[in-house]
């Protein structure tokens, strides 16, 4: 019996945790792969490592790349700051191709591997201010997955899974509980100091501490 395989895109947050989970659930061999690129603290890297070896992944690549190098966000300019209140419109945080550039990576190792499914936390009712988050980019990205690799023209298509498109924030909290997340592993905030304290002001953070008190479930973010 062929063994089932998934990609599954891990930043260290408590979305991609929750994924990795849900993933194992549905009885995927789970790989995941997080990203370097050039981001404000290297605290959600950390995490994801702690949330790879807790949920048991095959196998977790951290792949480099240098997105600080073309700037234009708050999360990888320096010199921009991170907004501590709610902003109208596409935030300063939205990092240009960022999700374009993680799906090809993964759709790459997907097609080594020999997986067809590649997991992603995108979720389009807290974050729908990020143009590469909405159903229309994940569709979008499908179509080009099947028509840009060897496998795709072969006939084994690929499939871009986002199961948290559509769940609210206390939605993803509850299922993660339910399948034994640790959330006081993961990180969230947009500006973590080096021990993955969070600020408890930027978007993130008030997402993440709203959704855990509609939830009805204690926070275990540690704040500095």
């Given at each position: ?28 061999a789970c790989y995941s792969m997080s990203f370097d690129y050039g981001q404000r603290h ?183």
């Amino acid at each position: 019996m062929t063994e089932k395989k998934a990609v599954i895109l891990l930043s260290g947050g408590l979305d991609s945790a929750t994924v990795v989970a849900m993933a194992k659930a549905q009885g995927y061999a789970c790989y995941s792969m997080s990203f370097d690129y050039g981001q404000r603290h290297r605290a959600e890297l950390h995490a994801a490592e702690r949330v790879a070896k807790q949920l048991g992944v095959v196998e977790h690549k951290v792949i480099g790349m240098n997105l600080n190098g073309i700037g234009g966000s708050a999360l990888t300019d320096s010199s921009m700051d991170v907004p501590e209140e709610q902003v109208e419109g596409i935030p300063v945080t939205y990092v240009p191709a960022r999700n374009t550039l993680f799906l090809s990576l993964a759709l790459g190792w997907a097609e080594v591997l020999g997986a067809r499914d590649i997991f992603i936390g995108v979720n389009a009712v807290d974050y729908s201010g990020y143009p590469d988050c909405r159903p229309e980019f994940v569709e979008a990205f499908e179509r080009l997955a099947n028509l840009a690799t060897k496998a795709g023209v072969q006939g084994q298509g690929f499939r871009i899974r986002a199961p948290l498109q559509d769940l609210s924030k206390a939605q993803i909290i509850q299922e993660g509980i339910r399948l034994g997340v640790d959330y006081a592993m993961t990180v969230s905030c947009y500006q973590a100091d080096d021990l993955g304290r969070a600020c408890g002001k930027c978007d993130s953070c008030r997402l993440r501490a709203a959704g855990f008190e509609a939830a009805g479930i204690e926070d275990p973010t540690r704040y500095h």
